[in-house]
């Protein structure tokens, strides 16, 4: 056995070498998803006049074209009435009929009309018998608005209606004290086969709000290939015009926690991204600069970019936030990971950097949590960056930056930030490894990758090269040393080779480190670079 083992090795190092890594072409990936939710701004009052609205301004403002397109329908649309037949029975006063020959209470109007724009459209449901309707922000308490024991349901019910986007709460699986991997996964399969079934695509939002580490679980869960899942509470509670709420007011400090709790690089790639919530841009409570750092800060994390905000009330200044080209670029970035705090000046002073697809490019935000300017300052070398020479240009402003001899300072405003992005040349840390492969009966194929070298930051980027001949994308589990492990998603790339970007930690010392690929039979795992 132990001859096999090594003549499978040979074959596979010989397999590696077959295209060199500089001409491997990235794999398209899902971006994080970029839209609109129903809830920050309408709460359970949700219904087909104010989606229309809502809809209706997004087209005709600079904000499709920028990008979003997702019109999210979130609690409330539904009092949690079934048939006989355990079909959802819709109010159909709050949903009626759009266009002439449709019927009143039939959720596919209000898909058409959104299509018609050339939008897509969300809706929502609990992973629990019971929904959030069951906790009414505004209105009588409604039970039964969740889908348990109806996933299927509920799921092909979505997808025959049209509907491209599902939330799923957590509040009645919270009630009965479920498991969430279990429940999301049970979920996931259940919309695998209502698309089988419809040939219909639904995009997957789980909303647990960070109970029991979804950053572990949520990648490929249930063989999902793309979804997002929350990873914190609400950053301000609804506040809806007209409603017993208005003196509710989002924070810098909530907004901030928000982004903290989001941080879990080593989970967020390939199509799996981590949420900290919609965004509250255009809500009370931030002030102008505090909503350039939010938007700021949601892109370097690579986050879902979703208003809660009414668009019919945006101003300009808040538009141009929303639909900054260069800021959207950096969320929407080829590569799918999030930024990576890579030093600080002082308490409070921060440098993150994000990783870009393109070579010897990143993402970087000076970061001033006090409520004193401050001057701030870094190197090329914190970024993995060489050479003095750099172009440097401020996102928000558009101005090239003043950068010399591979140094960066400024003066950052209280409570503010400095985005940049910066072009040069990557340290010469790159290193290329082919595998060492076994075969394991009872787990399925392993792809083995050991005394890999730690890179001398807290973080490396890495470059999956494979080949995945399948018309099906391929989740294969990660583990890398002792960390808990993840899925990475491989799109199929026919008989050509292509790659991925994940973040990991090579925290053992010198070239101790090593990375496991379990089920690695469903792609060709074929070389790593580290960087």
């Known amino acids: 056995m132990e001859t096999w083992n090594r003549w499978i090795a040979s074959a596979i190092l010989a397999m590696g070498t077959i295209l060199p890594s500089s001409a491997q072409e990235l794999a398209t990936i899902p971006l994080p998803p970029m839209g609109w939710s129903s809830w920050n701004s309408f709460s359970n009052t949700v219904n087909s006049a104010n989606v229309v609205e809502q809809a209706k301004a997004i087209h005709e403002s600079e904000l499709q074209k920028a990008g979003y397109v997702y019109v999210n329908i979130d609690e409330g649309w539904w009092l949690g009435d079934r048939d006989q037949q355990g079909n959802i029975v819709v109010d159909a006063k ?9 019927r009143d209470g039939d959720m596919s109007n209000i898909v058409r009309y959104i299509h018609s724009l050339g939008l897509k459209a969300g809706i929502y449901t609990d992973a629990g018998k019971d929904g ?52 999301y996964a049970e979920i996931a399969r259940a919309i695998a086969r209502a698309e089988a079934k419809t040939g219909h695509k639904l995009y997957y939002s789980i909303c647990d709000w960070g109970k029991q ?16 899942w929350r990873t914190g509470g609400d950053i301000v509670a609804p506040v809806v015009v007209g409603g017993p709420h208005t003196e509710r007011k989002a924070s810098f400090e909530a907004m901030l926690r928000n982004f903290d ?33 939010h938007m700021s800060l949601w892109a370097m994390a690579a986050a879902p970019l979703l208003i809660g905000a009414d668009v019919t009330k945006l101003d300009a200044n808040t538009l141009a936030d929303f639909t900054n080209s260069d800021v959207i670029a950096i969320d929407q970035d080829a590569a799918g990971l999030q930024a990576v705090k890579v030093g600080e000046n002082g308490p409070g002073l921060e440098i993150w950097s994000k990783f870009l697809a393109r070579s010897g490019e990143r993402a970087v935000l000076l970061l001033n949590r006090t409520y004193f300017p401050a001057p701030m300052h870094m190197d090329w070398k914190d970024l993995g960056l060489s050479g003095d020479h750099a172009e440097v240009k401020d996102v928000w402003s558009g101005d090239p930056a003043v950068a010399v001899n591979g140094h960066y300072e400024a003066t950052v405003p209280a409570h503010d930030g400095i985005l940049l992005r910066i072009k040069s040349s990557e340290a010469p840390v790159v290193k290329h490894y082919t595998p060492v492969s076994q075969s394991n009966r009872m787990s399925g194929a392993e792809t083995h990758f050991v005394h890999l070298a730690q890179t001398g930051s807290g973080w490396s980027q890495i470059k999956i090269s494979y080949r995945n001949a399948s018309p099906q994308g391929a989740v294969v589990d990660l583990h890398t040393n002792d960390h808990g492990g993840t899925r990475v998603a491989m799109p199929p790339t026919g008989n050509a080779t292509r790659s991925v970007w994940i973040q990991v930690q090579l925290d053992q010392p010198g070239n101790e480190n090593r990375m496991v690929f379990s089920n690695s039979g469903r792609a060709s795992i074929l070389s790593l670079d580290v960087y």
């Not at 709050?94 to 449709?102: H, Y």
């Not at 950053?215 to 997002?228: C, E, M, N, V, Y």
């Open 132 to 183: 959030c309707s069951t906790y009414p922000d505004i209105g009588p308490a409604y039970f039964h608005t969740g889908s348990e024991g109806h996933y299927e349901e509920d799921f092909l019910r979505f997808a025959e209606w049209g509907f491209d986007y599902v939330k799923v709460d957590w509040c009645g699986g919270y009630k009965e004290n479920l498991d969430p991997a279990v429940q």
């Open 94 to 102: 709050s949903w009626p009929a759009i266009e002439p020959g449709e």
């Open 213 to 228: 580490s979804p950053s572990t679980w949520g990648a490929g869960i249930g063989g999902a290939s793309q979804a997002i």
């Open 261 to 293: 709790a989001n941080y879990h690089p080593e989970a967020e790639h390939t199509g799996f991204y981590n949420d900290p919530d919609m965004m509250v841009l255009g809500m009370p409570g931030l002030n102008a600069s505090e909503n350039k750092l």
